[in-house]
T-cell receptor
């Protein structure tokens, strides 16, 4: 199993350009998440999807949109990139087994630089 | 805003010593988790402790939780150079916040050979 995969690994954008970050998991997890991590900071939740067909805002949703394409895939879109969106973006997933909450499994991250 | 506050921000020790990191939070929680992040990598889950638990062990890791003080600690015993990483606490708030984690700013641990 690959776990959580993210593409691309690294991207440079100019201010105003758009792009979509892709995330996929092969663990049959219900929930998926997008975080951003800025230097010296912990992770901040951008959007999450508790189950296929639902999405909700996290702590820092402005400037982003998401799509839960199916149970496996959860994409993050920047419609008009700004330098403030320079960050490392992590996707994560979690499941629910036998009534117990599970932990989150993280992808390797996408490093985004907006010039 | 960050719910978890971690202390210290950085910790430097010699191999074989113990490392203790602390985390404080503000609201009631369902559980508290600790994650590790090696430089340039994603986070890896270490241990989860539920709000009705006070202590948990996993290998060289020991986690305590004091809900009355809204604090947790992570102890790594007999540290190794390979333990060098950033360590984050994350809380799942009580109520309907299932699955939503709030992360602290992390403790950077350096273990010198």
């Amino acid at each position: 199993n690959a776990g959580v995969t993210q593409t691309p690994k690294f991207q440079v954008l100019k201010t105003g350009q758009s792009m979509t970050l892709q995330c996929a998991q092969d663990m049959n997890h219900n929930s998926m998440y997008w975080y951003r991590q800025d230097p010296g900071m912990g992770l901040r939740l951008i959007y999450y999807s508790a189950s296929e067909g639902t999405t909700d805002k996290g702590e820092v949703p402005n400037g982003y949109n998401v799509s839960r394409l199916n149970k496996r895939e959860f994409s993050l879109r920047l419609e008009s990139a700004a330098p403030s969106q320079t960050s490392v973006y992590f996707c994560a997933s979690s499941g629910k087994l036998a009534g117990l909450r599970e932990t989150q499994y993280f992808g390797p991250g996408t490093r985004l630089l907006v010039l | 805003s960050q719910q978890g506050e971690e202390d210290p921000q950085a910790l430097s020790i010699q191999e074989g010593e113990n490392a203790t990191m602390n985390c404080s939070y503000k609201t009631s929680i369902n559980n508290l988790q600790w994650y590790r992040q090696n430089s340039g990598r994603g986070l890896v889950h270490l241990i989860l402790i539920r709000s009705n638990e006070r202590e948990k062990h996993s290998g060289r890791l020991r986690v305590t939780l004091d809900t009355s003080k809204k604090s947790s600690s992570l102890l790594i015993t007999a540290s190794r150079a390979a333990d060098t990483a950033s360590y984050f606490c994350a809380t799942e708030a009580g109520g309907t916040s299932y699955g939503k984690l709030t992360f602290g700013q992390g403790t950077i641990l350096t273990v010198h050979p």
